[in-house]
Structure formats: structure tokens, C-alpha cells
């Protein structure tokens, strides 16, 4: 557990992070969010002591942080930071491999950890192990800074926007392998963004800063459904039912399909059954396509009544955001998505419908709240006001 009292932080008459207190419970992911220069930076570099709190305590699992040297404190901590911050001359193991040569580890025992990260970060270590930096895209660069940041294994890491420098569907893709890592490592993460839309989808907590003070701290549902201020309505943003789905999976709403593999007409035509569409799959259950089951009645062949995708396009996965299950469906102009595993064997499907669904409770629970209590009238400052609020 990570707690933070009364923290401040002055540079002569800047007051650049004032009298922050949170906590951050063990394996939870804490987002830091905010304005630009709202304190965000500052205050997680105070954590591994790359800069010293002018007052206040830190303390890492009840120890104060600065009982500890930097050096050692920062073994024990992961850092990423926005620039990833890799060694030019060094591989990407090499780069890798950085803290546990630090920390005095022989190569026998954090060989086989480089190379088992860099698979958990997507890297085949088969193929990226040897390359330089400079060969790398900034997104497998961004993967690389997580792998190293991992590889001793620290209980503690602290990031700093550190999916910020890539194009959104990279971004899209390292926020999920975060989840699905994340998930399995059970790291205390404090992650810096001012994407709210990634710290819906990431945090268990969310710290909204504003001018070197935390305005709220709290799950992301309640920064969504009982912001404390107007500035935390505001900067949460009014499309509050659309950003509740950034917090629910597909797997909480998908549904099984009919599914058939092998494209012979009477095959195809039984498995139609009642449905609509079936979907096609190989052998080995790999999505390939669907039939549209009325244009099979007319009499058309399968092979014309069907439609040829590539599911790492066209499909979702159980963990996918219903936010980007949404966004995949109005791009492709579809009513229902395929969901298939990581190796795009066919799982289910999750309809337009069922997100409507989800939206239309989330829609009645916020009618709910705001009967009586206009959003406009929510008082900007007074602490007091805000307690009656929440
Ligand atoms: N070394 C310094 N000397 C003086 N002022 C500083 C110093 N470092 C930071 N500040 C000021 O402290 C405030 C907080 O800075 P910080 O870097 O923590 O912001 P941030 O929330 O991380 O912003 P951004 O989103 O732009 O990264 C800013 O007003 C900044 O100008
Ligand atoms: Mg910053």
C-alpha cells in the first residue's frame, strides 16, 4: 500500500503539488489525472524520490520513503516514463536487462526473465531480443520500456503517460495488454494520464488533480455519477452514459452464436436455422466470415451469400471495452460484432442491442441522480457542499 499525507511540494513560489493525501491499496491501479502542469509528474516522482517533498510523508507498505537511499528505494520500483528513455547503443534485451545487471543478478537468472517478458509484451524475443532501438516502432518501444520496468519484478510501478507518444490504436492495443498483464501480475500501479477516456478504462481509482490539489479521488463510476465539483463534471466530460462503457467488457454482455464450419449448402442452410447469420470458422474454430442466412434462401450459394473477414479487423475480444466494441460497429456500419480469443477462435457475438441495453441502465441510474439536482448547480469550491454532494 501506497500512502501519501499532507504531500507539498515548492519551487521557491510555485507550490507545484499542495498538501495531497491518498492511498493506494496493494495490486490496484491508481490513475493520476489532471490539466497540464496540475502536479501529476511531480507528484509521482516524489514516490522513488527523484525529487524530495518540501513537507509531507510517503510511505511504501508503512516504510517512509525517505528512510530509504534512492538507489535502493528505485530497485524496487518500476519506472516508465512517456520517452521510454532506451539506450541507443544497448539491444532490447540489453535494455531490458539493465536493473537486474544493477542489481547484481548473474545472467542465467534474468536471461530467461528478458525473454519471457518481452513475450508477455508482445515482443517474440525470437525477433526483437537483437534489435537496436532505432529499428523499433514507438509503440514496440513503448512495449520494451514495460518489459523493463517489469523484469525484476517490482511489487511498485510508477508510469508516466507512458502510452502518450503513440497513435490510438496502438494505444488501444498496449492499454489492453496492460489490463490482460496487469490482470496476471497484480502489480500497485500509479499510472499518469490526461486521457480520461484511458483512465475509465484502466484505474480502480482515479486522482483528479487541479493546480498542485486533488479534487477527487475515487472509482471511476463515482467521478462519473458524483463528480464533487464542477470542475470533476467538466473535465470527466458530459458524455458520461458513452464513457460508462468504457468500464463494462464484452464478456459481460456477449452471447453465443451459431457457428459452422465448411462452406457445403446444406451445411450451411441447417445451421441458418432460425438465425439470421451464421458465422464461418476453420477447423480450428478461427473466424472466417458469416452467411447472410436470407440471401442463402433466395437461393444464392453460400460461397456469394457470404462474407470473407480478417477477425484481427473485424472481431472483438471478451475483454474489449463496450466503448470499443461501439466504436468497431458504427465503423464497419455493423448491428453485431463477432467475439473471438486471442488466436481468433470464435466465441460469441455482442449486439448493438445489448450495449443499448447497458446504456439504458446506465441512462435510468444518472436520470435517477439527477433528479432535483441540476448539474450546472453543482458548487465549484466549499469542501462542506461537496460532502452533502457525494
Ligand atoms: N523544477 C521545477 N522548477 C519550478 N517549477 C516546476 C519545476 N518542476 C515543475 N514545476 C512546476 O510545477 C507544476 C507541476 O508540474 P508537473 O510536471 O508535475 O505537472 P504535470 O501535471 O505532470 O503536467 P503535464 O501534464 O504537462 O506533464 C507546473 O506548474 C510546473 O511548471
Ligand atoms: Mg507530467
Request: with cysteine; charged share 25%; aromatic share 6%.
Given at each position: 500500500m501506497i500512502t501519501l499525507r499532507d504531500v507539498t511540494k515548492r519551487?521557491?513560489?510555485?507550490?507545484?503539488?499542495?498538501?495531497?493525501?491518498f492511498e493506494v491499496p496493494s495490486g490496484e491501479v491508481c490513475v493520476l489525472i489532471g490539466p497540464s502542469g496540475c502536479g501529476k509528474t511531480t507528484t509521482l516522482r516524489m514516490i522513488n524520490r527523484l525529487i524530495e517533498p518540501t513537507s509531507g510523508s510517503i510511505e511504501i507498505d508503512g516504510q517512509d520513503v525517505?528512510?530509504?537511499?534512492?538507489?535502493?528505494?528505485?530497485?524496487?520500483?518500476?519506472?516508465v516514463i512517456q520517452s521510454v528513455g532506451l539506450f541507443p547503443h544497448l539491444t532490447v534485451a540489453e535494455n531490458?536487462?539493465?536493473?537486474?545487471?544493477?542489481?547484481?543478478?548473474?545472467?542465467?537468472?534474468?536471461?530467461?526473465?528478458?525473454r519471457e517478458l518481452l513475450g508477455i509484451v508482445g515482443l517474440p524475443p525470437a525477433e526483437y531480443a537483437d534489435k537496436y532501438p532505432r529499428q523499433l516502432s514507438g509503440g514496440q518501444a513503448q512495449r520494451v520500456g514495460v518489459a523493463r520496468a517489469l523484469v525484476a519484478d517490482p511489487p511498485l510501478l510508477l508510469m508516466d503517460e507512458?502510452?502518450?507518444a503513440v497513435d490510438p490504436l496502438t494505444r488501444e492495443r498496449l492499454q489492453a495488454e496492460f489490463v490482460r498483464i496487469q490482470r496476471e501480475l497484480k502489480k500497485t500501479v500509479i499510472f499518469v494520464t490526461h486521457d480520461v477516456d484511458e483512465a475509465i478504462k484502466l484505474a480502480d481509482r482515479i486522482a483528479l488533480m487541479?493546480?498542485?490539489?486533488?479534487?477527487?479521488?475515487?472509482?471511476?463510476?463515482?467521478?462519473?455519477?458524483?463528480?464533487?465539483?464542477?470542475?470533476?463534471?467538466?473535465f470527466m466530460g458530459s458524455d458520461r452514459a458513452l464513457k460508462r462503457l468504457g468500464r463494462a467488457r464484452v464478456a459481460n454482455v456477449m452471447r453465443t452464436v451459431e457457428s459452422t464450419t465448411g462452406g457445403a449448402r446444406s451445411v450451411v442452410a441447417e445451421a441458418c436455422g432460425g438465425s439470421r447469420f451464421v458465422y464461418l470458422t476453420d477447423e480450428r474454430g478461427v473466424l472466417e466470415g458469416w452467411v447472410d442466412c436470407k440471401v442463402l434462401d433466395a437461393g444464392t450459394p453460400p460461397e456469394e451469400a457470404g462474407t470473407t473477414v480478417d477477425w484481427h479487423e473485424a472481431a472483438v475480444h471478451p475483454e474489449t471495452t463496450l466503448k470499443d466494441a461501439l466504436s468497431r460497429m458504427l465503423g464497419f456500419g455493423f448491428?453485431?460484432?463477432?467475439?473471438?480469443?486471442?488466436?481468433?477462435?470464435?466465441?460469441g457475438e455482442v449486439s448493438l442491442a445489448a450495449i443499448e441495453g447497458t446504456m439504458a441502465d446506465a441512462d435510468t441510474h444518472i436520470a435517477n441522480l439527477e433528479e432535483g439536482e441540476?448539474?450546472?448547480?453543482i458548487p465549484e469550491e466549499s469542501p462542506a457542499e461537496r460532502d452533502e454532494l457525494t
Amino acid at each position: 500500500m501506497i500512502t501519501l499525507r499532507d504531500v507539498t511540494k515548492r519551487y521557491g513560489e510555485v507550490t507545484a503539488v499542495d498538501g495531497v493525501s491518498f492511498e493506494v491499496p496493494s495490486g490496484e491501479v491508481c490513475v493520476l489525472i489532471g490539466p497540464s502542469g496540475c502536479g501529476k509528474t511531480t507528484t509521482l516522482r516524489m514516490i522513488n524520490r527523484l525529487i524530495e517533498p518540501t513537507s509531507g510523508s510517503i510511505e511504501i507498505d508503512g516504510q517512509d520513503v525517505m528512510s530509504v537511499r534512492p538507489e535502493e528505494l528505485r530497485r524496487h520500483i518500476g519506472y516508465v516514463i512517456q520517452s521510454v528513455g532506451l539506450f541507443p547503443h544497448l539491444t532490447v534485451a540489453e535494455n531490458v536487462a539493465t536493473v537486474p545487471k544493477l542489481l547484481g543478478w548473474e545472467r542465467r537468472r534474468y536471461e530467461p526473465k528478458v525473454r519471457e517478458l518481452l513475450g508477455i509484451v508482445g515482443l517474440p524475443p525470437a525477433e526483437y531480443a537483437d534489435k537496436y532501438p532505432r529499428q523499433l516502432s514507438g509503440g514496440q518501444a513503448q512495449r520494451v520500456g514495460v518489459a523493463r520496468a517489469l523484469v525484476a519484478d517490482p511489487p511498485l510501478l510508477l508510469m508516466d503517460e507512458p502510452f502518450g507518444a503513440v497513435d490510438p490504436l496502438t494505444r488501444e492495443r498496449l492499454q489492453a495488454e496492460f489490463v490482460r498483464i496487469q490482470r496476471e501480475l497484480k502489480k500497485t500501479v500509479i499510472f499518469v494520464t490526461h486521457d480520461v477516456d484511458e483512465a475509465i478504462k484502466l484505474a480502480d481509482r482515479i486522482a483528479l488533480m487541479r493546480s498542485g490539489n486533488l479534487e477527487q479521488y475515487d472509482t471511476p463510476e463515482t467521478l462519473l455519477d458524483h463528480p464533487a465539483s464542477k470542475f470533476v463534471h467538466d473535465f470527466m466530460g458530459s458524455d458520461r452514459a458513452l464513457k460508462r462503457l468504457g468500464r463494462a467488457r464484452v464478456a459481460n454482455v456477449m452471447r453465443t452464436v451459431e457457428s459452422t464450419t465448411g462452406g457445403a449448402r446444406s451445411v450451411v442452410a441447417e445451421a441458418c436455422g432460425g438465425s439470421r447469420f451464421v458465422y464461418l470458422t476453420d477447423e480450428r474454430g478461427v473466424l472466417e466470415g458469416w452467411v447472410d442466412c436470407k440471401v442463402l434462401d433466395a437461393g444464392t450459394p453460400p460461397e456469394e451469400a457470404g462474407t470473407t473477414v480478417d477477425w484481427h479487423e473485424a472481431a472483438v475480444h471478451p475483454e474489449t471495452t463496450l466503448k470499443d466494441a461501439l466504436s468497431r460497429m458504427l465503423g464497419f456500419g455493423f448491428r453485431n460484432v463477432a467475439v473471438v480469443d486471442a488466436d481468433g477462435r470464435l466465441v460469441g457475438e455482442v449486439s448493438l442491442a445489448a450495449i443499448e441495453g447497458t446504456m439504458a441502465d446506465a441512462d435510468t441510474h444518472i436520470a435517477n441522480l439527477e433528479e432535483g439536482e441540476v448539474l450546472g448547480a453543482i458548487p465549484e469550491e466549499s469542501p462542506a457542499e461537496r460532502d452533502e454532494l457525494t
